[in-house]
Each structure stands twice: as structure tokens, then as C-alpha cells.
């Protein structure tokens, strides 16, 4: 019996499609889709601990609510740490600040209509109403507050539940993978699903231990420079580094500015600058590629535009969301012979495989004056 053999043209439109319906299927099942992916990452890097308490023959619901509320613990006094930077800063942001900042405007909008003739609007300095209106359009009713409020809520409370579920239902989910994928050896699958869940778990710890030494360094420098709200403003800067790219640039950007308005020399300012610049080369450079190592593994082409695509889509979250969702989407790839060239395109660059092909070839190309 002859096999209908799909032609290659097919087979790209098909991807094309496939794409196109899980970005609209993204789009629409925001709400459902974010706390259930970010529970997805935690529950993987929770599954450890949890196979370290039920090798000790306790139950493995129990063992997942003794994790789940260790990491809940956890979670809450270090956002109760964040809390409390953010509400001194918050208490400094004063009269005094307020009108340097307001003079800073002024200044800045007079240089910008003086030198390229452009307003920008701030000729009386920055109007808080203004601001307000931003964040809270005047046409949002108190109703539709409410329930904004309460939405974020419902997400909260997903989380752990969620978490709880897939902790105890891990064993089924790769079960149900292995069935999907009938064809394949079901115990180099597990290996793989395996191999899999400890990428994602080396990568969240791995950015984690970036961001606490980022965190400490930055605020150390801060320190030494004699700028206020220097742990706010370290751990700020080391928390946003989760973004590839544009995390860190956000992170400079706060404590300089901060330096400008309340420091009588420009030295402050620049040295702010100058220092987190270094950081994040050292970070670049040594400090992630030595913590993380290939565990990602994604060229940054594909990066930078998986940020885009999840900004768009998810905004702030998809950003953070969206590397390890592509690099989960690469190891899946990497599963079946007919998406493995879109592994590779997800993946890093081949330098030497130009170089083999010209091995390959120079034997047969010798050979041609040697029989004639």
C-alpha cells in the first residue's frame, strides 16, 4: 500500500497555520494560560523536593502541601521584604523631591523647545492628574475597578492550587505524553520529558542565583556611591535582569535618574550609569554563562523576537514566560525528525557545519585530475 507523501510546501503552510492558531488561542486564553504556565515552571522546580520526601515513604499529597507551603513561606517574606524598600521609598518621595523633579521637567522642556523647537508639554512641571489619568482612564467606572481587582485576586489563588494539582498529578501528565507520542520508546521518552523538567529547573535556579548576585552587587555599589534606597533600587535592578535584553537597561534607568534629581553633581549620576553598565558586561560575559550554561540555549535572534511576540501578547509576563517556553518548544522539536530543523533554527549557530561540507567534498574534487 503506497503512502501519500506530503509535499514540503504543505508541510510549511500547515506549521504556519498551526503557529498562527496557538498565538490566537494565546491571545484569547490569557487569563487561564498565564497562572497556569507560570504553575507549570514552579511545579517543575518543586518536583525534587517533592521526589526527596516521597523516597522517605510520605505521601505524595502531603509531601506536595509541605513543599507548596515551604515555597509559599518563602514567597511571602521575600515580598514582604520588597514591601517594606518599596514603602520607605515610597514615604521619601517628599515635597522637596517633588519640586526637584518638577524643576528638572521645566529645565528639560525649556532645553527641548529652545534647541530643537519641540514642547513637551511640561512647561509647569509634571502633573500627577495627568499621570492618573494614564493608569486609570476617566471612562473606568468604579464597578469595572472592582473587578479588575478581584481578577488579579482569582489569579492569586490559582497559582498554589494549580501548583498543588500538577505536583500530584505529574506522574499522569507524563504518562498521557508518552501515549501522544506512542512511537517513540517510552523509556527514552521519560528520559527526555526528564532530562527536560531539569532544564527548566537548572534555568529557574540559575536565574534566580544571577538575580541575588546581581541584587547585592548593584546595592553594594549604591552603597558606595551614597545614593538613598540603595537596597530598593539593587534589588529592583537585579529582579528586572529576569527580562533578557531590556530588563537590565529598566534597571539603570531608576537609581540614575534618582542620582540626577537628588545629588548636586553630575559625577553621581554617570558613575551610576558607568557601574551598572560593567555589571551587566561581567553578567553577560562570565556570571550567566558559568551559573546558567547552555541550559537555554537559544541563538538571540529567536530571543529577541520571543520578547516581542510575548510582550505583545502577554506584556510584562509573556517577556519573563516566554524563554523558557521556547526552549521547551525546542526540546519538543527535537523529538520528531519533521520539526527537528526548527530545533535547529531555535538553537545556536552551527559555525563548522560550512566546514564539513568542505571536508566532504575535497577528496572527490582531488580524485578528478587523478583519473584523468
Known amino acids: 500500500m503506497e503512502t501519500l507523501k506530503v509535499p514540503n510546501y504543505i508541510k ?46 510520605i505521601p505524595r499529597s502531603f509531601s506536595a502541601f509541605v513543599v507548596l507551603s515551604g515555597f509559599l513561606i518563602l514567597l511571602g517574606g521575600i515580598f514582604s521584604l520588597i514591601y517594606i524598600q518599596v514603602r520607605q521609598f515610597v514615604d521619601d518621595l517628599g515635597t522637596d523631591l517633588t519640586q526637584k523633579l518638577n524643576h528638572f521637567i521645566i529645565k528639560a522642556n525649556t532645553w527641548c523647545y529652545d534647541t530643537f523647537g519641540f514642547d513637551l508639554g511640561m512647561k509647569d512641571g509634571f502633573e500627577m492628574k495627568k499621570a492618573v489619568e494614564i493608569v486609570q482612564p476617566e471612562n473606568s467606572s468604579a464597578t469595572q475597578l472592582v473587578f479588575s481587582t478581584l481578577n488579579t485576586l482569582s489569579d492569586v489563588i490559582l497559582l498554589p492550587v494549580f501548583i498543588f494539582f500538577l505536583l500530584i498529578y505529574r506522574d499522569h501528565l507524563a504518562i498521557f505524553i508518552t501515549k501522544v507520542f506512542r512511537r517513540h520508546d517510552n523509556n527514552g521518552l521519560l528520559a527526555k520529558m526528564t532530562q527536560l523538567r531539569k532544564i527548566v529547573h537548572a534555568y529557574i535556579v540559575g536565574a534566580g542565583k544571577v538575580m541575588l548576585i546581581l541584587a547585592i552587587v548593584n546595592t553594594a555599589v549604591l552603597f558606595a556611591l551614597g545614593i538613598e534606597h540603595a537596597i530598593f533600587f539593587g534589588v529592583l535592578a537585579g529582579v528586572l535582569n529576569i527580562i533578557p535584553y531590556l530588563g537590565p537597561s529598566l534597571g539603570a534607568v531608576l537609581p540614575f535618574l534618582f542620582a540626577l534629581l537628588t545629588k548636586d553633581s553630575l559625577f553621581y549620576p554617570i558613575a551610576v550609569l558607568v557601574a551598572f553598565t560593567f555589571i551587566q558586561l561581567l553578567e553577560g560575559a562570565f556570571l550567566t ?5 547552555g541550559n537555554v540555549n537559544l541563538n538571540a535572534l529567536v530571543t529577541f523576537l520571543g520578547l516581542l511576540i510575548g510582550g505583545a501578547i502577554w506584556g510584562i509576563m509573556g517577556m519573563i514566560l516566554i524563554i523558557p517556553t521556547i526552549a521547551i518548544l525546542k526540546k519538543l522539536f527535537e523529538l520528531s525528525p519533521d520539526t527537528q530543523p526548527y530545533a535547529y533554527l531555535f538553537g545556536e549557530e552551527d559555525s563548522n557545519w560550512f566546514k564539513r561540507r568542505k571536508r566532504r567534498k575535497k577528496p572527490t574534487d582531488e580524485a578528478v585530475p587523478g583519473n584523468a
Open 12 to 57: 510549511t503552510v500547515y506549521i504556519a497555520l498551526l503557529i498562527i492558531i496557538i498565538i490566537f488561542f494565546m491571545i484569547m486564553a490569557k487569563q487561564l494560560l498565564v497562572p497556569l504556565l507560570i504553575s507549570g515552571y514552579l511545579a517543575m522546580l518543586l518536583t525534587s523536593t517533592c521526589n526527596r520526601l516521597e523516597r522517605r515513604k
Open 289 to 293: 554563562p558559568k551559573i546558567t550554561g
